[in-house]
Structure formats: C-alpha cells, structure tokens
C-alpha cells in the first residue's frame, strides 16, 4: 500500500475507468444507467468497478424507487488528500537533507 493500511485510493483510481466514475459521482450521484451512458462503457463493466469502489468504501450505493444511485464518499478522498499533503510537507522539509554513502 502506498499510503496506510486503509483503502489504497491511488491504486483503484490508476484504473481510467474507476477514475472517470468517481469523477463523474463526484459531479452528482447516479445510477449504472446513467454512468454506462457517459463513460461508454458497457454495463457489466461499470457494475463490476462499481462494486470494487463500494467493497473499497469508496462509494456508497443507495436505493431510490427502481434504482440504485451511487455517490463518493468524500471523507475518503479527504483522508488521502491529507496523506499525500503530509508526504509533500515532509518531502519539502527534508529535500536538502542527504544520506551519507557507505
């Protein structure tokens, strides 16, 4: 894992197709139907990156009347944000530092 031992979110959005899809629920929630529509894909493709984001609590999935609308959940994004920000502060504090050679 790159970040911690929680959900490895930089790893399941180097997927193009995961990318899109979180972008796109990060927009609105929507439904299969409607994600299918704007990424082109084919439905048992979009289903089957749905269920590893929900599996990942990237997503959550909630029933509306016939539906299901799927919606990121933004603590997530949140708490790797915070991660790579703590990485790139750490990086900066430590770029003029060397290791000496043995």
């Given at each position: 894992m790159l970040i911690s031992a929680e959900v490895d979110v930089i790893r399941l959005l180097a997927d193009p197709l995961r990318e899109q899809i979180v972008e796109l629920l990060a927009e609105?929630?929507?439904?299969?139907?409607?994600?299918?529509?704007?990424?082109?894909?084919?439905?048992?493709?979009v289903s089957h990156h749905?269920?590893?984001?929900?599996?990942?609590?990237?997503?959550?999935?909630?029933?509306?009347?016939?539906?299901t609308y799927y919606r990121v959940v933004p603590e997530v994004l949140d708490r790797t944000a915070s991660r790579i920000a703590a990485l790139a502060d750490r990086a900066r504090a430590t770029s003029g530092d060397r290791r000496e050679c043995a």
């Open positions: 609105q929630p929507a439904c299969t139907c409607h994600l299918v529509e704007d990424t082109g894909a084919k439905q048992p493709t749905l269920k590893v984001l929900r599996e990942a609590g990237l997503v959550e999935a909630e029933p509306y009347g016939r539906y």
